[in-house]
């Protein structure tokens, strides 16, 4: 059975960082293609990055590009979303998912969220 647990999300200050981190369970991190997407209050899904099961080539949103990246761990089974430089709109729930390919618009399964709120 597929899980994700997401963990690691918390309020920050403008400017600061955060590591998100994503326990799966059911699969191996290292043959699927993950990725982190956010959903802000009122708003739609939002893909935010993505590391390819093959080759591990990585993806980002333009509005996180430079700030956030996406890692994953073999020995852990986690996928980890390193964010700096955060900004008030980043605020959002962030969701770790599986897809088909990063270049795909539709998520598989996902976790149940970890909320990430940016103010001063």
């Known amino acids: 059975q597929v899980q994700l647990v997401e963990s690691g999300g918390g309020l920050v200050q403008p400017g600061g960082s955060l590591r998100l981190s994503c326990v799966a369970s059911?699969?191996?991190?290292?043959?699927?293609?993950m990725s982190w997407f956010r959903q802000a209050p009122g708003k739609g899904r939002e893909g935010v990055a993505c590391?390819?099961?093959?080759?591990?080539?990585?993806y980002y949103a333009d509005s996180v590009k430079g700030r956030f990246t996406i890692s994953r761990d073999s020995a852990k089974n986690t996928v980890y979303l390193q964010m700096n430089s955060l900004k008030p709109e980043d605020t959002a729930v962030y969701y770790c998912?599986?897809?088909?390919?990063?270049?795909?618009?539709?998520?598989?399964?996902w976790g149940q969220g970890s909320q990430v709120t940016v103010s001063s």
């Open positions: 059911g699969f191996t991190v290292d043959y699927v293609t």
């Open positions: 590391i390819s099961s093959s080759g591990g080539s990585t």
């Open positions: 998912a599986t897809k088909t390919a990063c270049v795909s618009s539709r998520f598989g399964s």
